[in-house]
């Protein structure tokens, strides 16, 4: 079974409807072999898509992928690459900074993606994020870095994360092409999106948000709150009713809102990796989305 493809925005980047997040590339202490293997079993199930920033593992995941790519050369075509810019960390490979911050700077937008550029051993980034609401965001001159970027090939396609819907308006007011997607975090345990005008936005403007932490970290296995004890108990009762991992059905429950998000896996364990794969044919009824919803919520919808 492969993963389906769809496209962010109309006309737009088409990505894979399960995306491989590369956060943690560095801890899996994986040797060029290693990461090969797994970027070769991601695109044999169709997951296409693979998310970066410049900041992962402390400045280093982009290199450890392009490793890869400087040994395969060949798989870049076959594969769609997210990066971000916008955040300076406190990291022995950035000695310079000293508190971290952001910075959408014209000068540090594209600083960043020829950084990035080197880093990931491509001549092209097909979708770049800005990673963070920056509050001294000159929204004139990102839409300039992009024009620049743009204009010169080095980037295909141009997003945002963690932005307001008041926010993604401001610079889309300023970028005359289509931002293809809002990043934002949205899981069982964090509905905030979907109640404050986030997924409303995206929906109006037919821009399928992507979606980071969507088992919350973990948490909704690991957690001992109640309010994860509660989501768990319902996951495992339809899980089992329905015959998948628990895993499956709480991607399964994303991938039912109109909304058509996209998530971003965080781990680098293949049987997850496959239990995501499934949820793409898993279409909850309604009636159990809203059991999942309410076990989240902790009491009837009103």
């Avoid at 600083?111 to 001549?123: I, P």
């Avoid at 059905?249 to 049987?271: D, I, S, Y």
Wanted: aromatic share 8%.
């Amino acid at each position: 079974m492969l993963v389906p493809q769809l496209f962010l925005a109309r006309g737009g980047l088409s990505v894979s409807r399960i995306v491989q997040g590369m956060m943690n590339l560095a801890s899996w202490n994986w040797t060029v072999k290693e990461r090969r293997a797994f970027i070769e079993f991601c695109l044999e199930h169709g997951i296409s898509t693979f998310d970066h920033a410049d900041i992962y593992g402390g400045y280093t995941c982009e290199a450890l992928f392009g490793e890869v790519l400087a040994e395969a050369p060949h798989l870049r075509q076959r594969m769609q690459i997210v990066t971000k810019c916008g955040i300076k960390l406190v990291a022995p490979a950035r000695p310079e900074h000293t508190i971290k911050h952001y910075d959408t700077s014209r000068a540090h937008i594209i600083a960043s993606v020829e950084n990035s550029l080197r880093a990931l051993r491509t001549d092209y980034i097909d979708l770049l994020l800005i990673h963070r609401p920056d509050p001294l965001m000159d929204a004139d001159l990102v839409a300039e870095a992009f024009a620049q970027l743009h204009a010169q090939g080095k980037v295909r396609f141009f997003g945002v994360s963690n932005f307001t819907p008041s926010q993604f308006s401001l610079l889309q007011s300023r970028v005359p092409f289509p931002l293809q997607t809002n990043q934002v975090e949205w899981s069982l345990l964090h509905l905030d999106p979907m109640f404050d005008g986030t997924f409303d936005q995206a929906q109006e403007l037919r821009r399928a948000p992507m979606v980071w932490s969507p088992v919350a970290g973990g948490r909704l296995f690991r957690g001992e709150d109640e309010r994860a004890r509660r989501v768990r108990l319902a996951l495992h009762g339809l899980a089992a009713e329905m015959g998948v991992p628990p895993d499956t059905v709480a991607l399964a429950w994303l991938l039912r809102h109109p909304v058509q998000a996209v998530p971003v896996l965080g781990t680098g364990n293949r049987e997850r990796i496959l239990n995501a794969v499934r949820a793409c044919t898993l279409n909850l009824p309604r009636e159990d989305w809203f059991a999942l919803l309410v076990a989240s919520l902790g009491e009837d919808v009103p």
